[in-house]
């Protein structure tokens, strides 16, 4: 099973600041890593896919990269909304597939 | 657009089974899998298994061999997720949700609203 490993679990940004989310992986997974954003109350949304590919209506404030045992989720300048949990997913090789265990973003 | 609508919350006691529906609309049901993932209050998110709605393959999580069952019933665009032998632990909200991707990959497009599944003595 893959291992999939978040940092920091909890992040603090001013609202216009920049976050930087990071996923490391036990074993390499390619490019086959998606990001989540979950308020709460709701269900996950799909941000990204491919790393670095951005879903549908997605803004452009978030960006993902990397391959192999590390990525990145980036929000490049925060707005109000974007105060969540993030997870990242694993789909390399599975079953199962595997979560990282969430990083918050909270208001400084 | 896609939409993903669960039944509604449960309450059940521990060695009680739970079924979970998951209707689909807005898509065409058979081309897209459906996975099961879990959330524990206050806990991260946990996969327990995929179904093909083309053919009703699945995969299951090893943790939940033998527990889960994974249906659906293509004349009402429906997916089902049955989990025997309940104990406390398996208190959680229980997402259905579509897999993106072709082949084996497999990221989630469209999720369910989420059924809380609470088991209590």
């Known amino acids: 099973e893959i291992v999939m490993t978040q940092s920091p679990a909890t992040l603090s940004v001013s609202p216009g600041g920049r976050a930087t989310l990071s996923c490391r992986a036990s074993?390499?997974?390619?490019?086959?890593l998606a990001w989540y954003q979950q308020k709460p109350g709701q269900a996950p949304r799909l941000l990204i896919y491919?790393?670095?590919t951005r879903a549908t209506g997605i803004p452009a404030r978030f960006s993902g990269s990397g391959s192999g045992t590390e990525f990145t989720l980036t929000i490049s300048s925060l707005q109000s909304e974007d105060f969540a949990v993030y997870y990242c997913?694993?789909?390399?090789?599975?079953?199962?597939?595997?979560f990282g265990g969430g990083t918050t973003v909270e208001i400084k | 657009q896609v939409q993903l609508v669960q039944s509604g919350a449960e309450v059940k006691k521990p060695g009680a089974s739970v079924k979970v529906s998951c209707k689909a609309s807005g898509y065409t049901f058979t081309s897209y899998g459906i996975s099961w993932v879990r959330q524990a209050p206050g806990q991260g998110l946990e996969w327990m298994g995929w179904i093909s709605a083309y053919n009703g393959n699945t995969n299951y999580a090893q943790k939940f061999q033998g527990r889960v069952t994974m249906t659906t019933d293509t004349s009402t665009s429906t997916a089902y997720m049955e989990l025997r032998s309940l104990r406390s632990d398996d208190t959680a909200v229980y997402y259905c949700?579509?897999?993106?991707?072709?082949?084996?990959?497999?990221?989630?497009?469209?999720w369910g609203q989420g059924t809380l599944v609470t088991v209590s003595s």
């Open positions: 949700a579509r897999k993106g991707g072709s082949g084996t990959l497999s990221w989630f497009d469209s």
């Open positions: 997913q694993q789909y390399n090789n599975w079953p199962p597939l595997t």
């Open positions: 074993q390499s997974v390619s490019s086959n």
């Open positions: 491919g790393a670095s």
